[in-house]
């Protein structure tokens, strides 16, 4: 079992940058895979970025390509999401979730665990 608590989301002017953080409770971190996905209001999830327990990282590269950098820090069981040159299309609250020796997968139900999200919200 995981929890994960998302955190680093607030308000940033266009162009700013956020770096979300995503902490995760529970034992073998290291085993998991780690996503971030976003929702913007009356739109679907969508899935922004994940890294695998080895390392490996995926991008939704049509809208965070360039801007969006996953890393992950075993030895303090969290996952970032450094966002930069942030505009109001990424608008949105961020979740963070988590599977167990998955590969990065873009799908949302792929994925078993989840936090309760951190809201973005970026000004023009």
């Known amino acids: 079992q995981v929890q994960l608590i998302e955190s680093g989301g607030g308000l940033v002017q266009s162009g700013g940058s956020l770096r979300l953080s995503c902490a995760a409770s529970g034992r073998a971190f290291s085993t998991y895979t780690m996503g971030w996905f976003r929702q913007a209001p009356g739109k679907e999830r969508e899935f922004v970025a994940a890294?695998?327990?080895?390392?490996?990282?995926?991008y939704n590269e049509d809208s965070v390509k360039g801007r969006f950098t996953i890393s992950r820090d075993n030895s303090k069981n969290t996952v970032y999401l450094q966002m930069n040159s942030l505009n109001p299309d990424d608008a949105a609250v961020y979740y963070c979730?988590?599977?167990?020796?998955?590969?990065?997968?873009?799908?949302?139900?792929?994925?078993?665990?989840w936090g309760q999200g951190t809201q973005v919200t970026v000004s023009s």
């Open positions: 890294i695998s327990w080895t390392g490996y990282t995926t």
């Open positions: 979730a988590a599977r167990q020796y998955g590969t990065t997968s873009r799908y949302w139900s792929a994925y078993d665990y």
